[in-house]
């Protein structure tokens, strides 16, 4: 596979690299303010938190320096940060041009971002009759096809604050971005929805399943229930990365099915096969890690870090364009002899 895990949790506050190290799985963590949405490849990593999209680029030369020594191959260091204001970002993905598309919650909205505004709108549902920051239908997820958006899931379909609230076991859709229209109805709070292999998939995380969507129809089957609340997918061949969370009975999460049913949840990462819908391996977490919001496989990276507290390392790490590097003149080090004495 020759690939490595990104996951966040918003309620631990961690960036979590799940990494294969010498036939074991490594976890490396760097600290967040409650990340949530992660988009990432070869080149950059994006990570939106309460307010901010921070953006990191993979610098192989920091790699290099990396312990353990000639073990790191992507090293992901600070290069901006955007202030959005609390938008409640979800889901992230970057699309052509490496332009980052942004599920906008709390407008009820996709969008992106520029230099000069917090967010620019891109896409709304047409029941959403205008740009308010209070979560009408709690849009959360975005699945891209050739580049862009083209399947979004949300948790009703309201034009009122917090409406989707009212009717949150059943009340899910999923729907199509260029065309406005709604796939599927009844869903219990989907998340996720992506395109892998010409088929659309979607996770139905009040019942823990992993379903597959028939678009002909708008029917949906499950294909694969596994023990916890699902939300954040990614594949990799046949195999589904599946992010589970324990939930608890909260208002937000009382009156669903894996809820309602007195079975375990778990929080971690299931893979699963999806031609026979068997569960193939998973990663536990225990304790303090009780929730998984964003799950992505860095594709030909199998050692991942990230720098975003080590001042020293940011200090003394610089990226500059192709065309400068053939005038850029390495510093000499210090001759380490003593002065001579007078």
Excluded at 128 to 154: E, F, Q, W
Excluded at 170 to 190: C, F, H, Q, W, Y
Excluded at 284 to 304: M, R, T
Aim: charged share 20%.
């Amino acid at each position: 596979m020759r690939s490595s895990l990104a996951v966040t949790t918003y309620q631990a506050g961690k960036l979590v690299f799940l990494r294969p190290q010498e036939g074991k799985l490594n976890t490396h963590f760097r600290a967040f303010d409650s990340p949530m949405g992660l988009a990432a490849n070869h080149q950059i990593l994006s990570i939106g938190t309460p307010g901010h999209i921070s953006h990191f680029r993979n610098m192989p030369a920091v790699a290099q320096k990396r312990e353990p020594i000639g073990q790191v191959d992507a090293c992901y260091m600070p290069r901006d940060s955007h202030t959005t204001g609390d938008i409640l970002v979800h889901e992230m993905a970057y699309g052509n041009n490496n332009e980052l598309w942004v599920v906008n919650t709390r407008f009820s909205c996709l969008c992106t971002l520029d230099n000069v505004n917090s967010f620019v709108p891109r896409w709304k549902p047409r029941f959403i009759t205008g740009y308010s920051p209070n979560d009408r239908c709690h849009l959360n997820g975005m699945g891209m096809v050739d580049g862009k958006p083209k399947y979004v899931t949300a948790l009703g379909e309201t034009n009122t604050p917090t409406g989707w609230r009212a009717n949150k076991k059943d009340g899910g859709i999923l729907m199509d971005v260029p065309s406005g229209e709604i796939i599927t109805r009844n869903l219990s709070m989907p998340h996720s929805p992506r395109w892998h292999n010409g088929q659309l998939w979607v996770l139905e995380s009040g019942k823990g399943t992993l379903s597959l969507v028939d678009l002909k129809t708008g029917k949906h089957e499950a294909i694969a229930t596994v023990p916890g609340f699902t939300r954040g997918l990614d594949f990799f061949g046949p195999l589904a990365f599946i992010g589970l969370s324990q939930v608890r009975e909260t208002a937000v999460f009382s009156g669903i099915p894996i809820t309602e049913q007195n079975i375990e949840r778990n929080s971690g990462v299931w893979v699963v096969n999806i031609q026979t819908g068997q569960v193939v391996a998973f990663v536990k977490f225990e304790d303090a890690l009780q929730e998984i919001f964003a799950v992505q496989i860095l594709q030909g990276i199998i050692s991942p870090d990230l720098v975003n507290d080590e001042l020293e390392m940011m200090h003394s790490s610089y990226e500059l364009p192709d065309e400068a590097m053939k005038y850029v003149e390495i510093p000499q080090p210090e001759s380490k002899e003593e002065n001579p004495k007078p």
